[in-house]
C-alpha cells in the first residue's frame, strides 16, 4: 500500500458556487460533494458505476460521481440536484414532472435520475420513448418499473417545448 | 469500497506524461476515462501508487483524416465519436459498436484509447480495430512505434504494451465506399460485456462476397479475428451452408469461460450466431 | 347561497381523500435532493466503521492480528467477537429464534461473514484498517448444495448447537436440520391421491435472491455516557421493534433508547433484519464514546444481509380427469444458510406458505417444510412479499399449468373450474385459514376479455405450426397466473414477533385552526403513507390532506407500531387511521350537537362537517369544531381534539389478482421478449390510484427481474458468484416491460375502510406469470417445467434439451 499522499487543493463551481477543498487525491467525488460541500442530495448506490444514484453534470456531460476523483474535477463546473430547481426556487419542468407522473417512490435514485434527465433534454429537446428509455440507462430505479419516469420526461419535454403532453395510452 | 493511497499527476504534455510514466516504473498507471481503473482500485484489485491523469495532455482529443486514415486521439470519448460526422460517414461501424458499450454517463467518460488499450476481453473496440486493420500509435521513451492491433493483444489485460508507453492514437484505415458492416453484440442488460460479440466488415461484388474480416469479443482472453471463418465466405453469395461454416470455423477458435453470461457451450453457441448474424446484416448493408 | 358557496363536488375534491390521485409531499423534498437518509445524517466527532469478511465460506479461524491495523494513523479500535464477549454481544438473537454470530466467534460460516470491525476517523481510514487487519484462517470443508446437508457425511456446520435436538420450533432430527414444520390432514391427503384420477409430481425450486434496494444497509448509533442514552439513526422498516430488541439483549432501558428512521432508499424486505453492522455502531460507539456510522457497500449488501427464497418444493396435485382438484401436497427443502434469521413472524418456521392451496378450492391438501442450514449468508426475508407468499404462490400457479398440461385443458380454464366461488367467501382452506373475501371468477373473465385470450391462444397454435414447419425460429408463450395474497399481519391471537403482537397503531392530534398531526407506527420506505394516511384522515373527518402532517420512524414520537412489510401497512395501521379518526369524530359529533342545540343523533355526517338532518342550513364544519374544541367545549368535556388507536386486527386480508404475459422466445440465443404484460388487481378500496398503480409498475419490474435472471449464485465452495451490479440481475428502463393495470374491488368486510394492501402483489403473482410464459413457450415441444430463473442460455440450455437447436 502507497502510504498517505499529500492533501491537495481543489476549487471548483459548484451550483453556480465557487467552492474549494482540501482533497486526498483518492477521494471520490461523490465523497467530496456529500461530505465536504454538504450536498447529500447525490446518492450512492452501487460503487461500481451501474446504478448512477451519483450522477452529478460536469461541463455539460452527466458523469458518475463515484468513478472519478475529486482532484480530476478541479477547475470545472457542477450541476448537482441541488442546483436543478428553477431560479426563483420553484420546481423545474423535470422535478415537476416526476411529481405530476409519480416518477418516484423511495426518493433514493431521483436526483441521479432528474439530474442525468436534464441533461438528456438539452441534447434532446423532443426525445421519443425508445430514446428517453436508451438515455437513462445508466440509472437504475428499484421502485417505479421506470415507465413512469418516462412519463415524467415526456412531461418535462412538452412543458419546456411548450407543447401539450400527451398522455400514453394504457 | 475505497481505492488505497496515490499520488496524483496531471501532466501537460505527453513528453511529461512518459517521463513520469518512464520514472515511477510499475507504481504508475496512465488514467484515462477511469470507468475500469476506478472501479479496480475501489476493490483494491488495482493499487498504484502514482496515477497519471491523461486529461489535460494537449492533442490526445480529437478524430481526424490522415491521408487513407481515420486518426482517433486516445482521449476521445465514446460520446465524442457518436457525435462525430466523419465517424458516422467513414466508419460507422464504430458509431454502431459504441452505442452499445456500457450506458450514456460512462460513454461521455470512457475513451477509445482506454477501451482499447487495457486489454481487458470484455471491451468492445479491441475486436473491431483488429477486424477494421486499425494500428496503435505507442509512444514511450525511446519514441513512437506503430503496433498494428493484431499483435497488440497478448492475454487478459496483458499488451504488448512496453513500460513506460502511451496508447495515444489509433489509426483506422478508411473502409471502402459501398462496405457493409455490422456488429451483432449479445448482451444480458446495459451496461453488461457481451456474452458474445461480432464485428464484420465486407465488400460485396456481383452478389458474392469479396473481401470480409470478422472479429470476435468476449470469447477468448483477447480478442479473435476470425480468419478461418472470413476466407469461408468470401467467393459466396453467403447461401445457408456458407453462413454455418463461418459460424463453425469462428467456434473453432473460442474459448470463453463459463460465467453468470453462460456456460462455455451456450457462449461459443450463440459467439457463432453473432457471426452469422453480423454477416447477413453486413451483407444487406452492402451496395 | 351566494356564488361563493362551494359545491359538493369542491369540497370533495379539496379534501383529497380517498380514491384521490393526490400527487405526492414527500416528492417536494425528494426532486429537490433534500430527502435526509442514514447515510445523509451527520453528527459531531461521528466515526465511521467497517468490516473485516471471510474470503471463505466455512473456515475456522485461527487467529487475528489487529496490531498493524491499529497503527494506521485515524484508526481507533478494531473490535472481534473477544470484545463483544465482554458485552455479551458476541452473539444476538435472530427473529426466528436461532442466535447468529456477530462477529466470527472461531469460526466463519458464510463467504463474507463479519470477522472484526475496524472503527476510525472517516470512511477511508476504516477501509485502510481493514485491509491491514490480518486473519488466519484454517478451510473447512463447505456445505453449499441443501440437498445434501442432511447426509449422514455432511459436515458440522453449526457447533454451537452440538448436542442440541430441539430447535426454536421443535425435533431437529441432522446437525445440520433446523426444523419441520406440518399443516394440514396427511392421511386425508395421502387418501385423495389414492383415490386420484390423476396426479403430477414436480421439484420447482424458487432461486435464491436477494431485495437490494437501491439504498444499503445502515445505522449511526450514538450513546450518550452521561445520560445513559442511545439514539440509533437507521434503516428500519420497524424501528419500534429494534428499541424493543435492542432493550431486550443490551440491557439499555427502552426509554433511553431512541431509534429513529429517516428517509429509507427503498426496502423489500432487506430492512426489517437485525444485522451485524448495527450492532457493532452501537457497541462501538459505547466503546468510544463517540458516534459510529456504518454504511454497508453493495456487495456486502448482496452477500451477507439477507437473502429471499431459496425454497425446492416439491409438489403433487391430485384431480379427478375433468380437472377438479382433490389433493395438494407439499414438501419444502428450505436452504436458511449459516443461521436461521428468517423474518417471519416467530411461531411461524416456514411463514404464511400455508396460503399454498392458492386461489383454489382443495379440500384436502398437506404442507411439511424442513429448513436446513448451508455455508451460506443467513436471511429469508420476505423480498416484497408477505413472509413466504411469493413461494406459495409459484408453486401452486406452476403446478396449476403443470395438472393442465397433463390434462390437455387449458390453463385458464382449469382455474376457472377450481376457484374458491364468490358465494364461499369467508372460506376455510384446508391449511387452516379464513379468506375473508373475494370474486376470482369475475376478476379472471375481466383478464381473458381484456386481453383477447381466445385471440392470443389462436395465434400461438398459428406460430407453434409455423415454427414446426420450420418457418420461425421464434417460440410464443402465454403465462397465466392468478394469486391470492395474504397481508396484514396479524392478529395477535397468531402473529407475533419476539413475543411482540402484531398491532399497529396510530395517534391524530388537530391543532385549533383546524389542521393536524398523524403519527403511525409504520415506516415508508417509498410507499408514500405521508400522502395517503392523510387521505385516509381527509376522508373521514373532513379535514384536507394537504393540512395533515404524516410522521413516522421516530420512535420518540410516533405510537408503538410494528412497522413496514409484508403489505401490513394498510391493512393494519390503516385500520388504526381510520379507528383514530372516527373517535376523533365522535368527539367532533358531541361538539357539533351541543352548539347547533341538538341531539347527537339528529346529526349527519357531510363531507367536512355536520349538518342537522332535515334542516341543511345548519351545519358546523370540522375547521370550526377544531377550535372550539380547545376554546369553548361544552361543559364538563375535556379540551383538546385527539386520539389514539391501537389496532389488532380480526383476520388477515386476501388481496387477489389476474395476470397474463406474451412471452416470444428466440431458440438459437434464448433471448426473450415480453410483448406484453397485463395485471389486474384486486386490493379492495383503493385508497390513491396513482400509488397503487405506481406500486404495481414497481412489483412487476421486480418480478420480472427475478423470474428471468436475478439470482444469488454459489459455485461448489461458496463463492458468491453474482455478488453485484455486474452479474445481479437489475433491469434497466431499457430491458423493462411496459405493464398494463387493471382493477376490481372486493372490499375486505372487516376491514374499516376495506382496503386490503397492494404492494406485494405484483411481485406474488408476477413471478409466476413470467415463468408460467416461458414454461407454456416451450411446453408443446413436450416439457413441463423448467427451472427459474429464466437467463437466455438457460432458454437455449431447454430448448437444447428438447432437441429444437443443434
Redesign the interface.
Known amino acids: ?6 492533501k ?1 487543493q481543489v476549487s471548483m463551481k459548484v451550483n453556480g458556487v465557487e467552492v474549494d477543498g482540501l482533497v ?3 477521494t ?1 467525488l461523490v465523497h467530496f460533494i456529500r461530505e465536504n460541500l454538504q450536498l447529500t442530495g447525490t446518492h450512492i448506490g452501487c ?4 446504478c ?1 444514484a451519483c ?1 452529478v453534470d460536469i461541463d455539460g ?4 460521481s463515484c ?3 475529486a ?2 474535477a478541479d477547475g470545472s463546473e457542477i450541476t448537482t440536484i441541488e442546483g436543478i430547481a428553477n431560479a426563483d426556487g420553484t420546481l423545474s419542468a423535470l422535478q415537476e414532472g416526476f411529481r405530476q407522473m409519480h416518477g418516484l417512490q423511495c426518493g433514493f435514485c431521483t436526483p441521479g435520475m432528474i439530474t ?1 434527465a436534464h441533461r ?1 433534454l438539452q441534447e434532446n429537446p423532443d426525445p421519443t420513448e425508445e430514446e428517453i428509455r ?5 440509472n437504475l430505479c428499484r421502485c417505479t418499473g421506470y415507465q413512469n419516469i418516462v412519463r415524467a420526461i415526456q412531461y418535462a419535454a412538452a412543458k419546456i417545448n411548450g407543447t401539450e403532453f400527451q398522455e400514453a395510452a394504457e | ?8 499527476h ?1 501532466p501537460a504534455s505527453m513528453a511529461d506524461a512518459i517521463k513520469l510514466l518512464s520514472d515511477l516504473g510499475e ?1 504508475a498507471r496512465p488514467l484515462a476515462g ?2 475500469s481503473l ?2 479496480m ?2 476493490l ?1 484489485l488495482a ?3 502514482h ?1 497519471i ?1 491523461l ?1 489535460a495532455v494537449e492533442g490526445l482529443k480529437g478524430i481526424r483524416q490522415e491521408g487513407d486514415n481515420i486518426v482517433i486521439g486516445a482521449m476521445t470519448t465514446q ?1 465524442e465519436l457518436l457525435a462525430s460526422d466523419v465517424i458516422a460517414s467513414s466508419l460507422p461501424i464504430l458509431r454502431e459498436t459504441a452505442l452499445l458499450i ?5 460513454r ?2 470512457g475513451t477509445i484509447g482506454g477501451n482499447v488499450a487495457n486489454g481487458d476481453p470484455g471491451n468492445d473496440m479491441p475486436a473491431l480495430m483488429m477486424t477494421l486493420g486499425a494500428t496503435y500509435r505507442l509512444e514511450g521513451p525511446d519514441g513512437v512505434r506503430e503496433e498494428a492491433a493484431g499483435d497488440f493483444y497478448q492475454g487478459a489485460y496483458f499488451t504488448s504494451l512496453e513500460p513506460g508507453e502511451i496508447l495515444t492514437a489509433v489509426s483506422v484505415p478508411a473502409q471502402p465506399p459501398g462496405h457493409g458492416y455490422a456488429y451483432e453484440k ?1 448482451k ?5 460485456y457481451a ?1 458474445a460479440a461480432a464485428a464484420v466488415v465486407l465488400t460485396m461484388s456481383g452478389g458474392k462476397v469479396a473481401t470480409c474480416s470478422i472479429g470476435l469479443t468476449n470469447l477468448s482472453e483477447t480478442p479473435l479475428l476470425a480468419e478461418d471463418a472470413a476466407r469461408a465466405v468470401i467467393g459466396t453469395v453467403l447461401d445457408d451452408a456458407s453462413l454455418k461454416r463461418a459460424a463453425e470455423a469462428a467456434i473453432t477458435i473460442m474459448s470463453p469461460a463459463g ?5 462455455v457451450e ?2 461459443k ?2 459467439g457463432g ?1 453473432m457471426v452469422e448474424r453480423a454477416l447477413k446484416r453486413a451483407a444487406a448493408r452492402a451496395a | 347561497m351566494n356564488d361563493m358557496t362551494p359545491t359538493r363536488e369542491q369540497r370533495e375534491a379539496k379534501l383529497e381523500g380517498m380514491g384521490c390521485k393526490r400527487k405526492r409531499v414527500e416528492d417536494i423534498r425528494f426532486t429537490q435532493g433534500r430527502g435526509q437518509y442514514v447515510d445523509d445524517v451527520k453528527l459531531p466527532g461521528m466515526l465511521h466503521g467497517d468490516f473485516v469478511r471471510s474470503p471463505y465460506a466455512h473456515a475456522r479461524v485461527k487467529s487475528i492480528n489487529t496490531e498493524k491495523a491499529l497503527k494506521v494513523p485515524g484508526v481507533l479500535a478494531v473490535i472481534t467477537a473477544e470484545t463483544l464477549k465482554t458485552v455479551n454481544l458476541a452473539w444476538m438473537p435472530t427473529l426466528a429464534g436461532d442466535v447468529q454470530m456477530v462477529l466470527a466467534d472461531g469460526k466463519v460460516l458464510f463467504q463474507n461473514q463479519e470477522v472484526a470491525f475496524v472503527v476510525a476517523t472517516d ?2 481510514t476504516a ?2 484498517g481493514i ?1 491491514a487487519v490480518e486473519v488466519e484462517y484454517e478451510q473447512l470443508e463447505p456445505q453449499i448444495d441443501p440437498f445434501t446437508a442432511m447426509d449422514p457425511g455432511a459436515p458440522v456446520l453449526r457447533e454451537d448447537l452440538t448436542g442440541k435436538n430441539t430447535g426454536a420450533h421443535g425435533p431437529r432430527k441432522h446437525h445440520n436440520h433446523i426444523f419441520e414444520w406440518t399443516v394440514g390432514d396427511k392421511d386425508l391427503t395421502d387418501a385423495a391421491f389414492r383415490k386420484a384420477d390423476v396426479t403430477i409430481k414436480e421439484m420447482i425450486s424458487y432461486h435464491r435472491t436477494h431485495p437490494s434496494p437501491l439504498e444499503t444497509c445502515q445505522s449511526l448509533c450514538s450513546f450518550d455516557k452521561i445520560k445513559g442514552e442511545l439514539t440509533i439513526y437507521g434503516t428500519f422498516q420497524a424501528p419500534h421493534v429494534v428499541r424493543t430488541v435492542v432493550a431486550l439483549i443490551a440491557k439499555i432501558p427502552e426509554h433511553k433508547i431512541h431509534v429513529i428512521a429517516p428517509d429509507i432508499g427503498g426496502g423489500f424486505g432487506n430492512k426489517v433484519g437485525v444485522y451485524p453492522g448495527y450492532v457493532c455502531s452501537a457497541v462501538a460507539s459505547i466503546v468510544t464514546g463517540k458516534p459510529v456510522k456504518w454504511v454497508e ?3 456486502e449488501n448482496l452477500t451477507s444481509t439477507s437473502f429471499a427464497r431459496d425454497y425446492h418444493m416439491t409438489t403433487e396435485i391430485a384431480a379427478t380427469k375433468e380437472g377438479k382438484v382433490t389433493g395438494l401436497r407439499v414438501h419444502v427443502l428450505a436452504d436458511h444458510g449459516a443461521f436461521d434469521a428468517c423474518a417471519d413472524p416467530s411461531k411461524w418456521p416456514a411463514g404464511f406458505m400455508n396460503i399454498v392451496t392458492g386461489s383454489y378450492d382443495f379440500p384436502v391438501a398437506h404442507l411439511a417444510v424442513d429448513g436446513v442450514y448451508t455455508n451460506k449468508a443467513p436471511g429469508g426475508v420476505a423480498y416484497r412479499c408477505s413472509f413466504r407468499v411469493t413461494e406459495a404462490a409459484y408453486c401452486i400457479e406452476r403446478a396449476m399449468d403443470i395438472l393442465a398440461q397433463k390434462l390437455g385443458m387449458d390453463p385458464a380454464e382449469l382455474r376457472l373450474k377450481n376457484f374458491i366461488k364468490a358465494e364461499q367467501f369467508p372460506y376455510q382452506s384446508a391449511l387452516g385459514w379464513e379468506y375473508d373475501s373475494g370474486d376470482y371468477h369475475t376478476a379472471m373473465k375481466q383478464m381473458m376479455e381484456k386481453v383477447d385470450y381466445a385471440g392470443l391462444r389462436k395465434e400461438q397454435a398459428e406460430k407453434r405450426e409455423a415454427f414446426r414447419r420450420g418457418e420461425t425460429r421464434e417460440i410464443m408463450g402465454l403465462g397465466v397466473s392468478f394469486f391470492t395474497e395474504i397481508v396484514g399481519a396479524g392478529p395477535s391471537k397468531n402473529c407475533d414477533i419476539l413475543g411482540i403482537a402484531m398491532f399497529d397503531s396510530c395517534e391524530i392530534r388537530l391543532h385549533p385552526t383546524g389542521s393536524g398531526v398523524a403519527r403511525v407506527g409504520t415506516k415508508s420506505q417509498g410507499q408514500g403513507h405521508e400522502t395517503t394516511w392523510a387521505q385516509i384522515i381527509a376522508t373521514e373527518i373532513g379535514i384536507p390532506a394537504d393540512d395533515i402532517t404524516v410522521e413516522e420512524g421516530n420512535t420518540d414520537t410516533a405510537p408503538y407500531g410494528l412497522g413496514t412489510y409484508g403489505s401490513r401497512s394498510t391493512p393494519v395501521a390503516g385500520a388504526a387511521i381510520a379507528m383514530a379518526a372516527r373517535k376523533i369524530k365522535a368527539k367532533a359529533q358531541m361538539i357539533a350537537a351541543y352548539k347547533l342545540e341538538v341531539h347527537e343523533d339528529d346529526l349527519e355526517w357531510d363531507i367536512d362537517g355536520f349538518r342537522v338532518k332535515g334542516l341543511p342550513e345548519k351545519v358546523l364544519g370540522m375547521k370550526d369544531i377544531c377550535w372550539i374544541a380547545y376554546n369553548a367545549p361544552p361543559p364538563g368535556m375535556e379540551p383538546g381534539l385527539e386520539a389514539v388507536s391501537y389496532y389488532d386486527p380480526p383476520n388477515m386480508t386476501y388481496p387477489f389478482g389476474a395476470y397474463l404475459c406474451v412471452m416470444d422466445i428466440d431458440v ?4 426473450y421478449k415480453v410483448r406484453r404484460f397485463y395485471a389486474l388487481d384486486d386490493c379492495g378500496t383503493r385508497i390513491n390510484p396513482m400509488i397503487i398503480e405506481g406500486q404495481v409498475h414497481g412489483g412487476l419490474t421486480e418480478a420480472f427481474a427475478i423470474a428471468m ?1 436475478q439470482e444469488i ?1 454459489y459455485d461448489d465452495t461458496g463463492n458468491v ?2 455478488g453485484s ?3 445481479f ?1 437489475i ?2 428502463a ?2 423493462t416491460p411496459k405493464w398494463e393495470t387493471d382493477f376490481t374491488v372486493t372490499p375486505s368486510p372487516h376491514h374499516p375502510i376495506g382496503a386490503k394492501g397492494v404492494g406485494e402483489s405484483p411481485n406474488v403473482g408476477g413471478v409466476p406469470c413470467f415463468s408460467n410464459a416461458v414454461n407454456d413457450a416451450f411446453s408443446f415441444l413436450g416439457s413441463t417445467h423448467i427451472q427459474m430463473p429464466h ?3 438457460r432458454n ?2 431447454a430448448a437444447k434439451a428438447l432437441g429444437v ?1 443443434g
Open positions: 500500500m502507497a502510504t498517505q499522499a499529500k491537495t486526498e487525491p483518492r471520490l460503487e461500481t458505476t451501474h448512477g450522477t456531460l452527466s458523469v458518475k468513478t472519478m476523483f482532484v480530476q442525468r438528456l436508451f438515455g437513462i440507462a445508466g | 469500497m475505497i481505492p488505497g493511497h496515490f499520488t496524483y496531471r507504481e477511469g470507468h476506478i472501479p482500485m475501489k483494491r493499487t498504484p501508487e496515477l491523469d486529461h460520446h456500457a450506458d450514456p454517463q460512462v461521455y467518460r449479445l444480458r442488460k446495459i451496461g453488461d456474452t460465467d453468470g453470461r453462460g456456460p451456450y457462449r453457441h450463440v450466431i | 470512511r477511508y477501509d485502510d485491509n457497500d453493495r456487495i438459437d440465443t434464448g433471448v435472471g449464485r458468484m453474482s451490479f455486474v452479474d440481475f433491469p434497466t431499457v430491458e437467463d437466455y442460455w437455449w440450455q437447436v
